[in-house]
């Protein structure tokens, strides 16, 4: 059973396309993460969020705490967007996390 | 990077061996996190620490353990090595339990053969 289920799973989108990644969870949390993994391996934290909606640049993370669904936006995709995205649930001492989203953005 | 790191980046050791990682931060945060990253389980978590001296179990401890005596410094020991516990390591840390500064170090290729 997976606390937090991500999709898709792959993506791979044209420069300049708008992204959307979908994340659920089943547990109750503190607050969600989104995590940014390129080629190479380094974690990056890109959002936490606990209500409403945050942006960065041409990052958008929403959070819908009824629905317990959280959704990544990328505006006008580049191909430095390559990466994969993973989100996070935080349950106050412990993160779930899903098996992330491999997104390609071809030039 | 943002004040943690991970030494080694990178190891090769024999089934057997006992292996400690070290994961030591700047920043004086009071969570520390160890993880392990495979292909198709994602990151799961070994141990985490909310405190010094303070540790706890994660969901995949079996094999490992940790010490905290300082607040900069989490290490992860493998007691003796086998080739399941080849994978890529992360260390986080973070300010408070919800996350709030949550920051990785680069990664530990652990092989074992």
Known sequence: KNEVEQSPQNLTAQEGEFITINCSYSVGISALHWLQQHPGGGIVSLFMLSSGKKKHGRLIATINIQEKHSSLHITASHPRDSAVYICAANTGNQFYFGTGTSLTVIP | ?113
């Not at chain 2, 353990?65 to 390591?89: C, I, P």
């Not at chain 2, 300010?95 to 920051?103: M, N, P, Q």
Request: aromatic share 12%.
């Open chain 2, 1 to 113: 990077d943002a004040g943690i790191t991970q030494s080694p980046r990178h190891k090769v050791t024999e089934t057997g061996t006992p292996v400690t990682l070290r994961c030591h931060q700047t920043e004086n945060h009071r969570y520390m996190y160890w993880y392990r990253q495979d292909p198709g389980h994602g990151l799961r978590l070994i141990h985490y620490s909310y405190g010094v001296k303070d540790t706890d179990k994660g969901e995949v401890s079996d094999g490992y353990s940790v010490s905290r005596s300082k607040t900069e410094d989490f290490l992860l020991t493998l007691e003796s090595a086998t080739s399941s516990q080849t994978s890529v390591y992360f260390c986080a840390i973070s300010e408070s339990d919800r996350g709030f500064g949550y920051t990785f170090g680069s990664g530990t290729r652990l092989t074992v053969v």
